[in-house]
């Protein structure tokens, strides 16, 4: 059964950065699509950044140029470094490998990470 351990979330204030961590068990890491995805309460969960084993990564216009995504097949762990955030960018932070059609999570949710924008 795969496992998703979200990490790296916290307390930043506007303009700041975050790096978040994802390490995946149980799957063959290298062959999916992993992305990120964001929730807040009320809303349905949105896909943030997703990259290939190989190739290049694609991002929600909103964070085109804020956020980068990048993977270590070795570690079986994707990272989301987040710079120049905004109070919009507050949410739960989960990882995935991509279902490309439903536009979701393949796996099973792990815990997410909170990531919280105040002043």
């Known amino acids: 059964q795969v496992q998703l351990a979200e990490s790296g979330g916290g307390l930043v204030q506007p303009g700041g950065s975050l790096r978040l961590s994802c390490v995946v068990s149980?799957?063959?890491?290298?062959?999916?699509?992993i992305a990120w995805f964001r929730q807040t309460p009320g809303k349905q969960r949105e896909w943030v950044a997703r990259i290939p084993s190989s190739g290049t990564p694609i991002y929600l216009d909103s964070v085109k140029d804020r956020f980068t995504i990048s993977r270590d097949n070795a570690k079986q762990t994707v990272y989301l470094q987040m710079n120049n955030l905004n109070p919009e960018d507050a949410a739960v932070y989960y990882c995935?490998?991509?279902?490309?059609?439903?536009?979701?999570?393949?796996?099973?949710w792990g815990q997410g990470t909170q990531v919280t924008v105040s002043s």
């Open positions: 149980g799957s063959r890491f290298e062959s999916y699509i």
């Open positions: 995935n490998a991509w279902n490309r059609f439903i536009r979701q999570g393949l796996w099973n």
